[in-house]
Every structure is written in structure tokens, then in C-alpha cells.
């Protein structure tokens, strides 16, 4: 057997899959489903309802996945196991929810049990399935049709490529409902505040930036070895030249001294507005984190000068101290 072979034939099957569901959900009727199943989710998040996700089996652990999604996007989403749904924990349940139904064939028995209790809620059921005709469709005010030609399984049995669509159906509706629902960026990281999501997304560059004795500042008209000492005070590899109102003109560097001094022995006595890069690339301190690490990326340099909205040099973040952080 080649393995390797093997391996791409699973993965070619599930892309087939995928292109499937992908030709399904432009057609008309689908089309209407889908558009139809985010409108009713949109809307019950919206009178604070929930949505109540269940299934059977492999199909269940797709829904799992899928509640999780949703929720860390700001629609709440509970899991109801459906076996212990008869045994109180229909309880989760309330008017006005919705439940997402996750079951392949559409014909499991313990998940066809509950659902007589279910809709005698005041609720609505979207059916993701690969069977349209079963009896979970016919409970069903929506249905998501997930069919697949041929499983993944050299057997056809176990449950590979429909999963696969199932989880791509399921994550089209969570990110199509964000989208409709506005969530945005910094909402995104107010439901992730650990991590490196979160740190990425909240840590403006004021939260990271060198300030203080740390951020070493010098007027235009001091020397080269002034800029020396003050650069090694702040134990800092650059230093921010100032003008005559404190707004940044330049920034001199270690390196610039290295490259400096192999032609000129006085460089010393230089004048920094002589021998300083002007115009040197900024941030400012209120801009997120993770656009300072953009630019770190893209120019390819140490030392990045904050400023103000005055122009003024406020602090200084060293690529160095990104790893302490953990935003690179």
C-alpha cells in the first residue's frame, strides 16, 4: 500500500466534499435555507435568546465545535446532550431559543426521542443533515443539506467527509452571523483576554513601550558623545533627537555610531543633527501592538520611536522586549 497515496486520496475526497456543499449553497433553495437559518439566529441573539446545539455521535462532536465557535464570537451557545435532554437537562432550554440539530442521517433514535419534548418549547430548529427526507428534517423548520457522494473511508462507513461538511457548514453560518451582527476586532479580543488573541488585540503599543530613564531623548544641537552616554544610561541601542519644542526630528543609533566612526575620527564632537537619520519611522503610543510588530517585520530594525499626537518621542519599544510580551 502507498501510504502516502492513501493519505491524499482521504483528502481529495473531503475536498470534493467540500466543493459540493460549496455548488449546493448557491443554488436557489439552499440558498433561501441558509440565508433564512442566519436571519433566525441573528434575530434570536438579538432578544437574548441562545442557541442550543445537539447531536449524536461523531455528528455531536461536530456541533460541539460549532457551539464553541459561536460562543467565542459573542453569540452564546449551549450544548444539550441528547440523551440526558429526557433527564432534566431540557431544563437549559427556553421560548424563544434556537436549536441547531447536527445528524448526518437524520434517523438516530435518542436524538428523535427529544425531539418531540423539544418543540413543545417555543423554539425553532435549523437541521444540519445529509438527509433532507428523514424524519429530523420534517421536525425541522430549516434545513442544511450536507450530503456527500462517498465518505473518506475506504469503507464508506465511518463518518469523514461528512463531518468535514457538517464542521464547513457550521462554520459558514458562525462567521456569516458575525459578520451580519457586526462583531468586530476588539470585540473579538473583550471574549479572549488570554492568550496570545487576546494580547494581539487589546495591548495598545503605550502597554509595551520603554519609558522613562529606559527611553533615552536628546536635543539636535548636543554631540554624538552625549547621544553616547545618555543611549547607555537608558541601556537603549538608539536614542530620539529633539528640537528646540521637544518634537522628534531624528534618531540616531548604535549602528549609525558604528558605521560613523570607521571614516570619521571626530565623530565624537559631531553635532547629532549632522549625523542623525531624519525622519525616522514612527508608531503612535495609542496604536494597537500588533502594528508595531508589522512594521518591525517589514523594515527590519531594532528600535521603533512611540510618539505622541503632539510628534513628540514618548517612549520606544525594542524588538527585543516583543518575546516578553508574547505578540510576535
Known amino acids: 500500500m502507498d501510504i502516502v497515496r492513501q493519505a491524499q486520496r482521504v ?92 445528524s448526518y442521517g437524520g434517523e438516530t433514535e435518542e436524538l428523535l426521542n427529544v425531539l418531540p419534548a423539544i418543540k413543545r418549547f417555543n423554539v425553532q430548529i435549523i437541521a444540519v443533515t445529509g438527509s433532507p427526507k428523514s424524519r429530523l428534517a420534517r421536525y425541522s423548520d430549516i434545513v442544511l443539506n450536507v450530503a456527500v457522494d462517498k465518505e473518506a473511508c475506504p469503507l464508506n462507513l465511518a463518518p469523514t467527509a461528512s463531518t468535514t461538511a457538517m464542521l464547513a457548514m457550521g462554520d459558514a453560518l458562525a462567521m456569516v452571523l458575525l459578520e451580519a451582527r457586526g462583531f468586530k476586532r476588539r470585540d473579538f479580543a473583550r471574549l479572549h483576554p488570554g492568550g496570545s488573541i487576546g494580547r494581539s488585540l487589546l495591548f495598545q503599543v503605550k502597554d509595551i513601550m520603554r519609558t522613562g530613564d529606559r527611553n533615552a531623548v536628546i536635543a539636535s544641537g548636543r554631540t554624538v558623545k552625549e547621544a553616547i552616554m545618555a543611549m547607555t544610561r537608558a541601556k537603549s541601542g538608539s536614542i530620539s533627537i529633539v528640537d528646540g519644542r521637544g518634537k522628534l526630528v531624528g534618531v540616531f543609533t548604535d549602528g549609525d555610531f558604528r558605521r560613523h566612526i570607521e571614516r570619521d575620527e571626530h565623530i565624537m564632537r559631531r553635532k547629532l543633527r549632522e549625523v542623525m537619520t531624519p525622519h525616522p519611522v514612527v508608531v503612535h503610543e495609542d496604536q494597537l501592538a500588533v502594528e508595531a510588530v508589522k512594521i518591525f517585520n517589514e523594515r527590519e530594525i531594532d528600535d521603533l520611536v512611540v510618539v505622541d499626537r503632539h510628534h513628540r518621542p514618548v517612549g520606544l519599544v525594542d524588538s527585543q522586549d516583543l518575546p516578553k510580551f508574547k505578540i510576535m
Open 11 to 102: 483528502v481529495d475526497l473531503e475536498i470534493a466534499a467540500l466543493r459540493k456543499l460549496r455548488g449546493r449553497l448557491g443554488e436557489s433553495s439552499a440558498r433561501r435555507q441558509f440565508e433564512q437559518a442566519v436571519e433566525l439566529l441573528e434575530a434570536c441573539l438579538k432578544r437574548r435568546g441562545k442557541i442550543v446545539v445537539t447531536g449524536i455521535g461523531k455528528s455531536g462532536l461536530i456541533g460541539q465545535k460549532v457551539a464553541a465557535t459561536l460562543t467565542s464570537t459573542g453569540a452564546p451557545s449551549v450544548v444539550l446532550n441528547s440523551v440526558d435532554a429526557l433527564h432534566g437537562d431540557l431544563g437549559m432550554l427556553a421560548d424563544g431559543d434556537v436549536v441547531l440539530v447536527f
